[in-house]
């Protein structure tokens, strides 16, 4: 058995760069070892931080630069505190790219609404940027982005970028009273973002937020097959052989996953 | 077909050795049928009904080794330190995973026909595209001695589990107790060329399996909808000690972990260990979400994964109806009284 075979065994890469992007989440950057990753956006790795522990992350990054990812991790265990002391350098292991990405060929030439809350905006960060770099294949592009405090919110720089490409909004449920943008959860703000019929949705965060997003949705006439939410489950292979991230219907959420359409899968299938 | 005597039978698995086979056989020890490694001394028990583990505990080994390599950790006086490289040394320029794939063949003797049943589930799972490595190479070349139920306890349900026949692959020999003797009959050039090494008599005709006597009949109804709704009383007394999942011969659920040691904690193990659907941290995510939040939604879980979602993912239903689960529950949980319809007790 070569090590290039056996999916257990991680490529090296290396941190280059390490950004704060708030008070528990810091985006690194990886320059991968002697290989590239043909990934799209959506899909995820399984980081092994030496001697600590391997947990899944998606990649932040765009898929137009093979050779370096980034994964933007907040502060939560073993893995993900090590993960903000490690600097410019240090060595890491890489296993994927994994899973299914979001449909963007199926896509193309329709009217997008993207609704991220909390790290969930991570997984977006991809598609975001791919969406930037091929503006012009997709049509009207909202993206609805919530999270709890200002301190929270992650990727601050680069949202002016983004909002010169797409209509962002951006609302935070426990806002300060210094905060000057849109208050409230992300379910108070889908009037005007939402067209109905023929618009596609892209849905990543807590389970609950996309479950009541998920039903509203389809109650506003949007197609189950055009809503795809984007799931996390404790994986721990990757490859379908922990069945750890099995969820209702049979799907792996590691190789099936972790985007799934609303006509595979049921809400309850979603969680809580 | 050969007819063999007992002494014969019990040679068998010292003839496997010879070919250069591991040969895992059962064996008894206070009133417990375990299956073990074989020893010149093993006590073989050929009239065993329930085994408390199965050839999954061989092909895909509690807490197997994946790979070691070497961290940046050292202890200090502070305790156990990771070294992150560019503050205190040189950078490790690539992580060298080093492992030794699982060599050699192995071979079950008198096995039951559920438990080559359950090899069957866990080679679709484990085999499907990307095939697990460490499986492939412990499972490769395998050789299964198939002995047949007569009847089945309390507990067994191949018969409505679909689990007595034996597809090709599954037994290279297959054994038939018969008068005071027993008649083998090998399916395969490995089973052949092992039998051809007993003393025994030849006899004409040829035996194929049978289902075994149940003491119960019921037809299995586990679509989700089913196991949504399907009785669960009782379920309060689960003590969630995990017996069920640790017994069954086709819950593969695992768990992957980084160990090391303290004397020298540079040197990293990931090792593959069994998790239970029972435990809390199975489906925990970050965050503190729990998706099996109650006995119940466990239990329901445990089903599902064995019923619909195998049938779903991987084509198998993942139950082979040996029992293992009911037996061995503290609380009597059954999960026949969930998926079983028009049972005749
Ligand atoms: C497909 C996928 C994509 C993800 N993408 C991101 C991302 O882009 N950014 C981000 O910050 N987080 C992401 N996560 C969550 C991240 O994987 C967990 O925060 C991380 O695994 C926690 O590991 P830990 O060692 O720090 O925690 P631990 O100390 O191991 O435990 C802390 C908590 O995390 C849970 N947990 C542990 N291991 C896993 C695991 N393998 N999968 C899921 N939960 C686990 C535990 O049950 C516990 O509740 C993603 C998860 C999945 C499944
Ligand atoms: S063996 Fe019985 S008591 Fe133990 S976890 Fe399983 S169902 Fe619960
Ligand atoms: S679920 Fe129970 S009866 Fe079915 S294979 Fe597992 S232990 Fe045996
Ligand atoms: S992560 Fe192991 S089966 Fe999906």
């Known amino acids: ?272 | 077909m050969i007819r063999v005597k007992v002494g014969q039978l019990l040679r068998l698995p010292s003839v496997l050795s010879e070919m250069g086979y591991r040969v895992i056989v059962p064996t008894e020890s206070n009133g417990v049928t375990k299956f073990a490694d074989f020893a010149t001394d093993s006590g073989i028990d050929l009239h065993y009904v329930r085994a408390i583990n199965a050839p999954r505990d061989f092909l895909l080994p509690d807490g197997e080794k994946l790979f070691s390599y070497r961290s940046t950790a050292t202890v200090t006086s502070y305790g156990l330190k990771i070294r992150f490289p560019t503050v205190e040394g040189p950078c490790p320029v690539t992580i060298n995973a080093e492992y030794t794939a699982p060599s050699g063949r192995i071979a079950f003797f008198a096995i039951h026909p559920c438990h080559a049943n359950s090899i069957r589930y866990l080679d679709s799972v484990m085999l499907s595209d990307p095939a697990d490595p460490y499986y492939r190479a412990r499972r490769d070349g395998m050789l299964t001695v198939v002995m047949e139920c007569e009847e089945g306890d309390d507990h067994c349900f191949c018969v409505p589990a679909e689990s007595w026949e034996l597809e090709e692959g599954y037994c290279d020999i297959l054994v038939r107790r018969s008068g005071d003797g027993f008649l083998l009959q090998p399916r395969s050039e490995a089973g052949k060329k092992a039998a051809s090494r007993l003393e025994a008599q030849e006899e004409l005709g040829s035996i194929k399996e049978r289902p075994p006597k149940m003491r119960t009949s019921f037809r299995i109804h586990a679509s989700e909808e089913d196991i949504d709704r399907g009785e669960a009383k009782g379920i309060d007394s689960c003590t969630l000690c995990a017996a069920c999942t640790v017994t069954c011969p086709t819950c593969y659920c695992s768990d992957i972990e980084d160990r090391f040691h303290l004397v020298d904690p540079s040197n990293v193990e990931r090792v593959r260990k069994r998790m239970s659907c029972q435990r809390r941290c199975y489906s925990m995510i970050a965050g503190g979400n729990i998706f099996l939040k109650t006995k119940e939604d466990r239990y329901r879980w445990r089903l599902k994964h064995k019923f619909p979602f195998s049938s779903k993912a991987f084509g198998i239903s993942g139950c082979v109806g040996c029992g293992n689960c009911i037996a061995f529950c503290p609380a009597g949980i059954d999960m026949r009284r969930t998926v079983g319809r028009g049972t005749n007790k």
């Open chain 1, 1 to 272: 058995m070569k090590a290039e075979e056996n999916p257990y065994v991680p490529k090296s890469a290396t941190v280059v760069a390490v950004k704060n992007e708030s008070l528990e989440t810091k985006t690194l950057r990886i320059r991968l070892y002697n290989w590239k990753a043909e990934f799209q956006p959506g899909q995820f790795v399984q980081l092994l931080l030496p001697g600590v522990g391997e947990a899944p992350f998606c990649i932040a990054s765009s898929p137009s630069d093979q050779k370096h990812m980034d994964l933007t991790i907040i502060r939560r265990g073993l893995v993900t505190i090590a993960s903000h002391y490690m600097r410019p350098g240090d060595v890491v292991g890489i296993r994927g790219p994994f899973g299914r990405p979001f449909p963007v060929s199926r896509i193309v030439g329709k009217d997008l609404l993207i609704v991220g809350t909390g790290i969930g905006i991570a997984a977006l960060r991809s598609l975001i940027l791919f969406l930037v770099e091929h503006r012009e294949d997709y049509g009207e592009l909202n993206l609805l982005y919530g999270a709890r405090f200002p301190e929270d919110l992650v990727y601050r720089d680069e949202m002016k970028y983004w909002a010169e490409k797409m209509n962002l909004k951006v609302t935070l449920s426990k806002a300060s009273p210094e905060w000057g943008g849109l208050r409230g959860r992300v379910t108070d703000h889908l009037d005007g973002v939402v067209k109905g019929k023929g618009q596609v949705a892209i849905l990543c965060g807590s389970p609950l937020v996309m479950r009541s997003i998920s039903g509203e949705l389809l109650e506003r006439g949007l197609k189950a097959d055009q809503i795809f939410v984007s799931l996390e489950r404790h994986m721990k292979c990757g490859i379908g052989k922990c069945a750890r991230c099995l969820i209702p219907g049979g799907w792996h959420v590691c190789k099936d996953g972790p985007v799934f359409s609303l006509d595979e899968i049921s809400l309850e299938a979603i969680g809580d």
